[in-house]
């Protein structure tokens, strides 16, 4: 059972619709990542927040948009998705950013098609 | 930057045989962290080992081994005894102790064991 919640695990959607990813950690850590995994390519760090607030955007298009409301839960919402955006979405979470070391905990991720 | 690098897309052994999975990775600070995640098909990426770099000591764990070599900045994985559950994508990441919040992964191996 990992630390690390994704919700739902796969997702279907169409160009025009209004999804969103939902990650939960109640391992008491302080930072939150999202990263995209396409079919052979290197994972692509995509968002990171820490103690609730966004400290990295990848250049990511802004039909990807994250929320962190608190520092347990972590957000992405998706609006017109293109196909190219289908992918394994992962979270992760670790302990506080600059104390350096530490590992990320990975959920099992969202896999996202879009016809 | 970082940067990791896995040249071994993909492997396939038998079975009880022994294999290695290379990582190469370049940083230009002293202090930095490696690591190595192992992917199911599950999705979650597995946290196997991290290794800061002041520590060159080789280490085992079971069947898993770890060879870090700053000479060559390579952090090589070994498998030995290979059984078909160890049929996953093994991933090498680095992060520099300042930033832990960058953390960057090499594009990954996938390793099938055949019985």
């Known amino acids: 059972e990992t630390g690390v919640t994704q919700t739902p695990r796969h997702l279907v959607m169409g160009m025009t619709n209004k999804k969103s990813l939902k990650c939960e950690q109640h391992?008491?850590?302080?930072?939150m990542y999202w990263y995209k995994q396409s079919a052979k390519k290197p994972l692509e760090l995509m968002f990171v927040?820490?103690?609730?607030?966004?400290?990295e955007n990848n250049s990511v298009p802004s039909r990807f948009s994250p929320e962190c409301p608190n520092s347990s839960h972590l957000f992405l919402h998706l609006h017109t998705l293109q196909p190219e955006d289908s992918a394994l979405y992962l979270c992760?979470?670790?302990?506080?950013?600059?104390?350096?070391?530490?590992?990320?905990?990975f959920g099992s991720g969202t896999r996202l098609t879009v016809v | 930057a970082q940067k990791v690098t896995q040249a071994q897309t993909e492997i396939s052994v038998v079975e009880k045989e022994d294999v290695t999975l290379d990582c190469v990775y370049e940083t230009r600070d002293t202090t930095y962290y490696l690591f190595w995640y192992k992917q199911p098909p599950s999705g979650e990426l597995v946290f196997l080992i991290r290794?800061?770099?002041?520590?060159?000591q080789n280490e085992i764990s079971g069947r898993y081994s770890w060879n870090f070599q700053k000479s060559t900045s390579s952090f090589n994985f070994t498998i030995t005894a290979s059984q078909v559950v160890d049929s996953a994508v093994y991933f090498c990441?680095?992060?520099?102790?300042?930033?832990?919040?960058?953390?960057?992964f090499g594009a990954g191996t996938r390793l099938t064991v055949k019985p």
């Open positions: 992760a979470s670790s302990q506080l950013i600059g104390t350096g070391g530490y590992g990320y905990t």
């Open positions: 927040y820490s103690l609730e607030e966004r400290v």
């Open positions: 391992l008491g850590h302080n930072a």
């Open positions: 290794r800061n770099s002041f520590d060159e």
């Open positions: 990441a680095l992060s520099e102790a300042v930033n832990n919040n960058d953390m960057r």
